[in-house]
């Protein structure tokens, strides 16, 4: 049976960082861009993988910046004061690196935004200089290509309440992934893991959730390795859509109707008026989710003893305390 503890992992859960996030003086003008919440928020609950992609091809630290030019098609890295392409340099180190990453059972990324090497959506330009489409960093479309299940994000994204909450949770989803693939699972252990995450999931996509079912119904004549691949990737791709007001009221509703017969008519209307309260965006999602909680305590309720949604990260990163 699959029972989530997400506060105390078997194995630590690794997150590859840019490492100027981090404070270490890599950037080109030899400075950081230490990230209060990366570092001291997130930091306590994980174990980071630094990675400098530039200076680990052997740029110097001070150096002159790089950008990212168009030819054709073609996306090239050069120095702007030199002109000098290292394209070649940087894609080989790359998929050196990001072959390496993919080892390291990494549960997510934090990427520096517009990094011409990290950065997820970056400003590129023509060869006489006028703008051009935006493209990934040569390292970050690398890492979103080799990895493309592995949750990323760049630190600017993470200010955002709503995006943050839902990276986090696809971070600690894909860490109790990875360890359950990492066990002699069966079909009926995949089974327990998508029960314990189906109200998670269906307050990101029903839709997914209903097709995740369907997939899992076909299971036992499935090659092991394509229902791995198949799951995960469906899992992650659901979980990346930011659940909604709407989403999370009616998920909060099937839970209580999970228990509600076995509440006063009193405490039944009060847990109905947070469960509205949090709709209209009067109170945050801790709310209603905690009345909820203390009743799975103290009335037992099985069927939501190991369910995920009330637990899906550490309650100190206080994720859900906003309205």
Not at 37 to 56: K, N, Q, Y
Not at 266 to 292: F, N, T, W
């Amino acid at each position: 049976m699959f029972e989530p503890e997400p506060q105390l992992s078997e194995r630590p859960i690794r997150i590859g960082v840019s490492s100027c996030l981090l404070g270490h003086h890599v950037r080109f003008d030899g400075g950081h861009k230490r990230d209060h919440f990366v570092v001291d928020v997130l930091g306590p609950f994980v174990e980071f993988v630094p990675v400098c992609p530039e200076v680990e091809i052997g740029l110097s630290v001070p150096r002159p910046t790089l950008r990212l030019q168009r030819q054709g098609r073609r996306l090239r890295m050069v120095i702007s004061r030199s002109g000098e392409d290292v394209t070649g340099r940087m894609r080989s180190f790359a998929r050196a690196r990001v072959a390496r990453l993919a080892r390291e059972n990494l549960s997510g990324y934090v990427c520096k935004a517009g990094s011409p090497s990290c950065g997820m959506n970056c400003r590129t330009q023509t060869a006489s200089g006028k703008p051009a489409p935006s493209a990934p960093g040569l390292f970050a479309a690398q890492l979103l290509h080799r990895l493309p299940d592995l949750p990323v994000a760049e630190e600017r994204q993470l200010r955002d309440l709503r995006f943050r909450e839902n990276w986090i949770q696809s971070v600690f989803a894909y860490h109790r992934l990875q360890q359950l693939w990492r066990s002699r699972w069966r079909t009926e252990d995949l089974v327990a893991f998508h029960t314990a995450h189906r109200f998670l999931l269906l307050a990101h996509s029903p839709q997914a959730c209903r097709e995740l079912d369907r997939l899992l119904a076909r299971a036992p004549g499935m090659p092991r390795a394509q229902l791995r691949a198949r799951y995960q990737s469906a899992l992650m791709s659901a979980l990346a859509k930011i659940a909604t007001g709407d989403r999370h009221a009616e998920v909060l509703l099937q839970m209580l109707g999970l228990f509600q017969d076995r509440l006063d008519r009193s405490s039944r209307r009060d847990l109905l008026d947070e469960i509205k309260r949090y709709r209209r965006g009067q109170v945050p999602l801790i709310v209603p989710v905690s009345v909820i909680k203390h009743y799975v305590r103290v009335l037992d309720v099985k069927e939501l003893r190991a369910e995920v949604y009330l637990n899906p990260d550490p309650e100190e990163l206080a994720l859900r305390n906003h309205a």
